[in-house]
């Protein structure tokens, strides 16, 4: 197995940039380019290939013209498209006045980030009327023009949204980025049936290779792939710190809009940092966010992973993939994709044969040693368990012991203030029958009497006292 110190899985920073320098991020889905630079290198070429005329050189004359009719056909129908939701430049257009423009782009300037809602209505309100028609004339062009092949699609889709974004030049670049996402939302949740998967190309098929090879790979390991396991046992028997990761790779799928499907990307990525950071006290580097993403997409198998990254790259804003952490993350997907479609046994340590052993099912990874060790960690977690209870068990023993007692206390200190109580009100009582008997006397009573009167009243008083104070 790899140490710590020998990565089986290494990809600097300048790997993941363009090959053109241009500091953007590159892809392998574009041999290394960034979008910006793969279309300005991609497009010559296909318009060479377009202008070539083919040589009539024993091909019959009428299956040239064939070619030749169906040829301008196309051209005439892309040109048709073009002209509903970008304009003819022969009839003139009546201009909007600078005003009236310039009100409909203030109201996007109020928008929050990820305020949907708003920019529909801002968009559907009477001042953008102009934008919101050359919306719904591009979708329903789209969708008239749904069998055309994907690449032409994806080139319709960045123009449009270059196009669209020109309105906001005047805005900052957050600004229009912004506005932009609610676009691409609002587009491409219209167009995900029709461009999804298409027919024109071999997404599917490549799915189920992709799906098959993943599937074939499920008895790689973590340590395999170098991925630091978390320290805590308590953490690696009670839960997978991976767990949320490939929940978020998983839930991609599900999504329409492409940067919605990149925020699962963004997702998955942060959890796979947190799994890591769980497991050493040092923060994550670039080798172990690769590692662990790469084991996440093992265990996950993402359905139609293959077609959900070619969508968000045919149809996703430029900004998203080219730069900042989603762009990042996307990258190192798509590295982790391409690693595992080339997995051999040296990455992982192992010899060919080792690997086609394991390949074939005639070896499996020795996972006695990890039941034994998670069967001794779970039998620490039930010793001390069962410690942590014996002395819940004393401590409530002792509590009882101590409640018992104070309650005895209680009772006999209530019965001894019950008891004085009684001795008080009996010395009241005969207090005031003899406050009634001399009361009763006559008034002409003598001194004497009244001497003695007070002389009972002062020896009442001060038998008295002493028991109250007692009590």
Request: net charge neutral.
């Amino acid at each position: 197995m790899w140490t710590d110190k020998q990565r089986g899985i290494r990809v600097s920073q300048e790997e993941l940039l363009c090959k053109n320098s241009c500091g953007y991020y590159g892809n392998p889905a574009w041999q290394g380019f960034c979008s910006k630079c793969w279309r300005e290198k991609a497009r010559p070429a296909e318009a060479q290939r377009e202008d070539t005329r083919p040589s009539n050189e024993g091909t019959p004359p009428t299956f040239y013209k064939f070619e030749e009719k169906k040829n301008t056909e196309k051209g005439r129908r892309i040109t048709t498209m073009r002209r509903l939701f970008w304009g003819s430049p022969s009839p003139p257009k009546r201009q909007e006045s600078s005003e009236s423009h310039m009100n409909a782009l203030k109201a996007y300037q109020s928008l929050e980030p990820g305020d949907f809602t708003g920019f529909l209505k801002i968009l559907r309100s009477p001042p953008s009327q102009r934008l919101h028609s050359q919306c719904s004339a591009f979708l329903k062009t789209m969708e008239a023009y749904h069998d055309l092949p994907v690449q032409k699609q994806s080139d319709l889709v960045q123009d449009f949204y270059q196009s669209f974004a020109g309105h906001f030049s005047s805005f900052s670049e957050a600004q229009v980025a912004q506005i932009m996402e609610h676009v691409e939302k609002l587009i491409m949740t219209r167009l995900h049936k029709w461009v999804f998967c298409h027919d024109s190309c071999d997404d599917e098929q490549k799915d189920l290779v992709l799906q098959k090879r993943i599937r074939s790979l499920n008895w790689v390991t973590p340590q395999m792939l170098c991925v630091p396991i978390p320290g805590n046992k308590k953490l690696a028997v009670t839960s997978d710190p991976f767990l949320p990761a490939i929940t978020a790779i998983i839930e991609m799928d599900a999504k329409r809009a492409p940067q919605d499907k990149l925020a699962c990307v963004f997702k998955c990525s942060q959890h796979v940092f947190e799994g890591l950071s769980a497991s050493n006290s040092e923060p994550a580097n670039a080798d172990d966010f690769l590692s662990g993403l790469i084991y996440v997409v093992l265990k996950a198998n993402p359905p139609r992973l293959h077609s959900n990254m070619q969508y968000v790259i045919r149809f996703g804003l430029p900004h998203s993939l080219m730069a900042g952490e989603s762009g990042y993350y996307f990258t190192n997907l798509s590295c982790a994709v391409a690693f595992i479609e080339k997995l051999d046994g040296r990455a992982l340590n192992l010899s060919p044969e080792e690997f086609e052993s394991y390949m074939l099912r005639q070896r499996a990874p020795s996972i006695g040693n990890k039941r034994s060790q998670v069967a001794s960690d779970t039998q620490q977690l039930l010793e001390e368990l069962k410690g942590r209870q014996e002395k819940l068990d004393q401590g409530m023993d002792t509590l009882n012991t101590q409640l018992q007692k104070w309650v005895q206390a209680v009772q006999s200190q209530v019965d001894e203030a019950t008891a004085q109580f009684s001795l008080v009100q009996k010395e009241i009582a005969t207090q005031a029958e003899l406050s009634q008997a001399y009361s009763a006397s006559s008034h002409d009573a003598s001194p004497q009497g009244d001497d003695k009167d007070q002389s009972v009243l002062v020896l009442t008083g001060q038998h008295v006292g002493p028991q109250d104070t007692d009590c």
